[in-house]
């Protein structure tokens, strides 16, 4: 089945506490992206990477790190936890980055809370 | 489930009817639109797409219009069923890797 995988679906940890998200696609898509959603914010772009050790800032990269070094796989990172990270994450993917003419597919999302 | 906006435009329909989804996107110069479905406790799902190019485009049991002149969008949604209930977003691109998402609009859908 063709899908976007992340884990771990639910994660509360705290303050400064290094951690990583995991995401997974078997579509062999070029394109990668991660997305926060906050209530009355929507989804706001993180990182995102059109493919392999390729990737830039989307609108709210501060705090976050990413890596592509496979092109199924495309990890995010936190560094050092803050409470204002504390939100509902996405990965997506997408099969052609030209231009981006091709839907999102979207992983179920990883709801993160630091305390 | 997951709580994806506490403040969102609501549809209510009731079943068996047609339930009209509008939106407002922002660029002129955005060229290509999706409409994606989002369910509780689940990512956002791709419903169907549309290219500037065109004003009207059909899938089953849904439509997307557009019209360019007013940055109106709307999806159309036959016979509604209770499966419909999610919350609605659509989608613009300019032709760059950023896609612009709009706040969405959630639809109950009365048995």
């Known amino acids: 089945e063709a899908q976007v995988t992340q884990n771990p679906r639910y994660l509360i940890t705290v303050t400064g506490k290094k951690l990583t998200v995991t995401c997974s696609q078997n579509?062999?898509?070029?394109?990668m992206s991660w997305y926060r959603q906050d209530p009355g914010l929507g989804l706001r772009q993180i990182y995102y990477?059109?493919?392999?050790?390729?990737?830039d800032k989307g609108d709210v990269p501060e705090g976050y790190k990413v890596s592509r070094k496979e092109k199924r796989n495309f990890p995010l990172i936190l560094e050092s936890p803050s409470p204002n990270q504390t939100s509902l994450y996405f990965c997506?993917?997408?099969?052609?980055?030209?231009?981006?003419?091709?839907?999102?597919?979207f992983g179920n999302g990883t709801r993160l809370t630091v305390t | 489930g997951e709580s994806v906006g506490l403040h969102l435009p609501t549809l209510s329909v009731q079943e068996g009817d047609n339930s009209i989804i509008n939106c407002a996107y922002s660029n002129s110069a955005s060229d290509y639109f999706i409409w994606y479905k989002q369910e509780s406790g689940k990512g956002p799902q791709f419903i169907i797409d549309i290219r500037s190019n065109m004003d009207k485009r059909q899938g089953q049991r849904v439509t997307v219009l557009l019209n360019k002149t007013v940055k109106h969008l709307s999806l159309q949604i036959a016979a509604t069923q209770p499966g419909d209930s999610a919350v609605y977003f659509c989608a613009e691109n300019t032709g760059g890797f950023k896609t612009i998402f709009g706040a969405g609009t959630r639809l109950f859908v009365k048995a």
């Open positions: 990477s059109m493919n392999v050790e390729v990737t």
């Open positions: 997506a993917s997408s099969l052609s980055s030209a231009r981006g003419r091709s839907p999102l597919h």
């Open positions: 579509m062999n898509h070029e394109y």
